[in-house]
Each structure stands twice: as structure tokens, then as C-alpha cells.
């Protein structure tokens, strides 16, 4: 197997000279370190989804209005403050509550949202992190 062969090549550079027991070694140490990393499917796909309503910087820049906000706004109080339409607001809004970064209340006629808890927890992660490896 080529990536078992590249695996051996590392392990010789690393203490001169490899065997099969080095090899065995280091995949099952591997395999407890992705055990380690697992999550259960749902939790996998809940993450993934969040972190890709992200990756649009129209939704950024909402998530990041809504949480320096003082409580709830509505998609015309958000509109102004983005480069987008109203209904492109609207879309965006939409997916980032499905996803569960985003809470929205009706009132009548206007719907209002704010951030959850973990929309402000992973914008807090990304400010104290913004920089630390520099």
C-alpha cells in the first residue's frame, strides 16, 4: 500500500531505520488519535453546515452585525449595512437559523433575529485566536 510506504519512509527518517512493528506502532496510534477526533454524525454535520454559513461573507458580516447589535434587528435594519438586497438579507438570514447560528422571532408582519449562543461563541473563538500564530 503506497500510503503505508510513505509511512515507512517517514518513521526511517525519523529514527534511522524502520521495521513493520514501528509501522504497526504508529498506524495504531494513529487510528486512536482519529478515534479521539470523532464525533457522532449529526454533531459532524451540525458543525460542517455552521461553518460553511460562514464562508459567505454576506453571512459573516450578519452573524457579525447581530452580535455587536443591541438585541434583536429586522432584515430591513440589516439591509442598509450590507452591499446586498433586501431579499439576498433575507436568503441569508434564513440559512444561517437553519443552521442554528441565527434565533428569529415574528411579530406581526416583521421578523426579527438575533445571534444564539453558538454563533457569539464561535465569533469569540475567532477574535481570541485573530493573530496568535504571528
Do not use: Q
Not at 411579530?107 to 449562543?117: A, F, I, L, S, V
Amino acid at each position: 500500500m503506497a500510503t503505508t510506504a510513505r509511512l515507512e519512509r517517514l518513521i526511517a527518517d525519523e529514527v534511522s531505520e524502520c521495521c513493520a512493528a514501528n509501522v504497526d506502532d504508529r498506524l495504531a496510534s494513529l487510528r486512536g488519535l482519529a478515534a479521539d477526533a470523532r464525533v457522532d454524525e449529526a454533531a459532524e454535520t451540525d458543525d460542517i453546515d455552521a461553518l460553511s454559513a460562514l464562508g459567505s461573507d454576506t453571512r459573516y458580516r450578519l452573524v457579525r452585525l447581530l452580535s455587536v447589535a443591541d438585541g434583536e434587528l429586522c432584515v430591513c435594519e440589516l439591509a442598509p449595512l450590507v452591499d446586498v438586497s433586501e431579499s439576498a438579507v433575507s436568503h441569508a438570514l434564513s440559512a444561517l437559523t437553519d443552521v442554528g447560528l441565527l434565533a428569529r422571532r415574528k411579530d406581526g408582519k416583521w421578523r426579527y433575529y438575533d445571534t444564539t449562543e453558538r454563533a457569539d461563541a464561535l465569533l469569540n473563538t475567532l477574535e481570541s485566536t485573530r493573530g496568535a500564530d504571528e
